[in-house]
């Protein structure tokens, strides 16, 4: 199964599909080489042993395109899948140049290839059926999807001034949200802050807001774990301990740098942690209040203020 991204067009419309037909599929993205991700590919289904079946989420490209004409012959099925019209131009009018060219590229220009290799095409409603009926089309009813559960959130409100604590918080997170399954991570971070993290699963970015705007965020709760880390420069040295403020009125405990700025705010392991700006330090102090509920509760009483 090929798509561009993880998108919601799979998970309400294909997925269910194949859970109905009892398939085991394998997901990789559209822009990986067609080589490298199917090299290690093995068929479970024994009536197609050493062929593959492709299914392709709204897109497709020309190194896919280009596979599949070399090597037809290994291939047992290919099927396309649409939940808008992506196959015909003039239902795009009235879309952006871009987001038009964009359909024109991955979808629109490859119909009729697809058409010629005998692909089979899937389709999320009626309508989609009843237009391209000479494709003998596939309807692909809607069905809900099972929703990963979060138990615990780690955010990091950072600002335009804490570019270089984003990088360094970037491997800590990559780490975290491998070993830890039910977290998620919130930042708040300008667009070019987002690129950093946009590959990561479970990581959600606000934009920057006001600070009334803030000051609501903050009252929702429903945070676990807030992180202040502050990397030694000549502008961090006159940093305050707004953090510490943000962190506790959110209703949260908070893991801070072993900073000036901190360390006259918070004691350690009583009203949060002062850890030194070591990856590993700052692992193990988070995956411990992670792991460790009565630990974590015990801090978050002396941690949380009064709102």
Not at 157 to 163: E, F, T
């Amino acid at each position: 199964m090929v798509q561009e991204r993880e998108n919601p067009s799979f998970d309400f419309f294909v997925k269910p599909k194949l859970l109905e037909m009892h398939a085991d599929w394998q997901c990789v993205l559209l822009a990986e080489s067609p080589n490298q991700c199917l090299s290690s590919y093995k068929t479970h289904d024994s009536s197609v042993d050493g062929e593959l079946n492709l299914l392709f989420v709204r897109y497709i490209n020309k190194s896919w395109r280009t596979w599949i004409k070399k090597n037809r012959q290994k291939i047992a099925s290919i099927v396309f899948f649409i939940d808008d019209d992506l196959l015909d131009w003039k239902a795009t009018s009235g879309l952006t140049i871009r987001y038009r060219w964009k359909l024109w590229n991955y979808s629109l220009k490859h119909q009729h290839f697809l058409r010629d290799v005998g692909a089979q095409l899937w389709v999320a409603n009626r309508y989609l059926a009843d237009k391209y009926a000479s494709w003998q089309p596939v309807l692909c009813p809607p069905s809900t999807w099972q929703t990963q559960t979060i138990t615990q959130t780690v955010f990091y409100h950072g600002s335009a001034s804490h570019k270089q604590e984003f990088l360094w918080l970037k491997p800590l997170f990559e780490r975290l949200l491998c070993d830890f399954p039910h977290l998620s991570i919130e930042i708040i971070a300008d667009g070019e802050t987002n690129l950093l993290f946009r590959h990561l699963p479970r990581v959600h970015v606000l934009h920057p807001m006001s600070w009334s705007n803030y000051r609501a965020l903050l009252a929702k709760g429903e945070r676990h774990i807030g992180l202040a880390p502050l990397l030694d420069s000549q502008f961090n040295a006159a940093r305050s301990c707004t953090k510490f403020f943000d962190i506790t009125q959110a209703g949260a405990v908070g893991v801070y740098a072993e900073h000036p700025a901190y360390q006259g705010q918070v004691i350690d392991q009583v009203n949060g942690l002062l850890v030194p700006m070591e990856h590993e330090r700052w692992y193990n102090a988070i995956a411990r209040l992670l792991n460790d509920p009565i630990y974590y509760k015990s801090l978050l009483a002396r941690s949380v203020v009064d709102k």
